[in-house]
């Protein structure tokens, strides 16, 4: 492999061990996970299993722009929401929230947390907006591949909040220096969120997509390799929008998604490839403005209720009941 170990070395099993110790994903969350991707379960059974505990289900009526203010949230609600959102987005929307809410009931500075939750939506938001151009990716997938790698970022933030911020601070998670990373987190983060989305519920394969990507490993005798280069192929599209670009420097990246690519010499370009140019170009410019994955409608109200809690001795994973924000 390019990165000069295997999978079995000590920091695959330190990565495990952080997203263990970190994550706490709720014991329903990865049977929910696997049925949805494995085209598994009905909107109708998905519904009903929601009802079990530690499910951010609140973050599903935001996601598709129901309005919700206090009180328990019904069922009808929950079957308007999925009906809007379809199961797999469903359950990845939950998953991230999930990832958020165990990253703010740590209690990090608004100035690492605010920004790594930014980009991390805006690379979610683009992935989607991808997704739903490439059939054969689709916004569910598009939107997991976004989420991915800023979400090992997010536990180590957990697992060592001060030596990740004087990390991050310096180096905006993108550092290629593998001696410190490890030093500092005995892992990579692209291990991290490896791990964590095989701990989703996500299997093998996804793990396997998202750590050759994200690590740029060597898979050429993986079986199943297609998938793999499919998954990657989507990573760099992604991150070559995000960048400004038209496309991705990847000769291979570019084949894949040849749709995606302007004909030398053409006059204008398709209307999909408008479209899509236009809503990164959006994001680029604003970050994205999508907040179904925060506890409150903003983030200036979270960055308040963060403090607040932390002042009172705050305590429980409700982050509206029986809590007072306190005036501007």
Known sequence: MERGHDLQDDSWSHASAIVASTARIPSNLPHLVRACWNDLIAPAEFVRLLAGPGLPTRSLLSAAQIPKLDGPIKQPELYAAV???????????LAINCICERTLNSGPATRIWAPLFKEMMSEIEIGYHLGTTIE?????????????RLAGLALLLIKSPKAFTKWYERTQGKSDDRTEILSVFGCEPYQVSAMLMQQLGLGAEVALATAS?????????????????????????????KDGNDAPSCETARATFAELCVAPGARGIPEHLAILQEQV??????????????????????????????KSN?????WTKGLVLPER
């Not at 009906?83 to 929307?93: H, P, T």
């Not at 390799?225 to 992604?238: C, F, V």
């Open 83 to 93: 009906d809007i959102l379809g199961v797999k987005a469903s359950s990845i929307i």
């Open 136 to 148: 054969q990716v689709g916004h569910e997938r598009g939107m997991l591949i976004g989420f991915s």
């Open 213 to 241: 990507t994200l690590g740029d490993l060597d898979t050429t005798v993986v079986e199943r390799e297609p998938i793999l280069h499919t998954w990657r192929a989507t990573y760099l599209w992604l991150h070559a929008l």
């Open 281 to 310: 170009a959006e994001v680029r410019q604003n970050q994205s403005l999508w907040t179904w994955h925060l506890p409150l409608p903003s983030y200036e109200e979270t960055a308040q209720a963060i403090v607040y809690r932390a």
């Open 314 to 318: 705050a305590s429980g994973t409700s």
